[in-house]
């Protein structure tokens, strides 16, 4: 079956600081891949996307690459700011026979400190 | 536009109790989801549905059931509701499967005692 497995959080970083969060994947096909975040109170907003091998997703400073042959999906941004503490949740959808059914990660909480 | 809104923000219930979630969107999806979250393990998956008149059991249906009369609502009842079932429970939809985004309600969090 799909899976997703995302590094084990919480991660705490100083404003400015350089930040990874490790997101592999187990699925058969070509799946496509997304990181959505989640603000404190709020539901889940997507904040980027790869349809196939090598797409590079980004948005708002973040990027993620797309990786076959390692089955990744790295979320990384290089200067964080306060802002950005959130829960970020690595997903993915297995395409068409999948009716756009999800299977996420266990998300990651990230604390940004001034 | 509302985009998903998600009807009670918040509820608690007693073991055995009954509840229904409704959520709504504005606009003309087809597709429409129901999530829980619990702690370390991310959304799963609970019943979805592809149309109007339309559903189908996800990754954790159980205890569950699920109803989309109109298009733009998506119920989701808890006949007997358990502990077992506090959770925050999340709708979403999508025009159409495939790479297109979700669009998640702000949730509604569940206790039962």
Redesign the interface.
């Known amino acids: 079956g799909n899976s ?1 497995t995302q590094m084990e959080g919480p991660v705490t970083l100083s404003e400015e600081a350089f930040l990874t969060i490790n997101c592999t994947y187990t699925a058969t096909g070509y799946p ?1 891949l997304f990181w ?1 975040v989640q603000y404190p ?6 904040l980027l ?1 790869a ?1 196939k091998a090598d797409d590079k997703g980004s948005n708002k400073g973040f990027e993620a690459t797309y990786r076959k042959e390692t089955t990744s999906f790295h979320l990384e941004k290089g200067s964080v700011q306060v802002s950005d503490s959130a829960v970020y ?1 690595c997903a993915l ?1 297995p ?2 026979t ?5 299977t ?4 990651t909480i990230l604390t940004v400190h001034p | 536009n509302a985009g ?1 809104t998600q009807t009670p923000k918040f509820r608690v219930l007693k073991t055995g109790q009954s509840m229904t979630l409704l959520c709504a969107q504005d606009m003309n999806h087809e ?1 429409m ?1 129901w999530y829980r979250q619990d702690p ?6 609970i019943h ?1 549905s ?1 149309g109007e008149g339309t559903t ?1 059991k ?1 990754e954790v249906p159980d205890g569950y059931n699920v109803s989309r009369l109109k298009k733009q609502n998506f119920l989701l009842g808890l006949e007997s509701a358990a502990p077992s079932q506090t959770s925050v429970y ?1 709708c ?1 939809s ?1 025009p ?7 669009y ?4 509604t969090r569940l206790t039962v005692l």
């Open positions: 997703v496509s959505y109170g709020e539901g889940l907003q997507l996307k349809t949740f959808s395409l068409k999948s009716y756009g059914k999800l996420f990660g266990q998300g | 998903v597709y989801y370390g393990m991310g959304l799963r998956l979805y592809v189908a996800g999340f979403a999508t159409r499967a495939g790479a297109d985004t979700q998640f309600g702000p949730g």
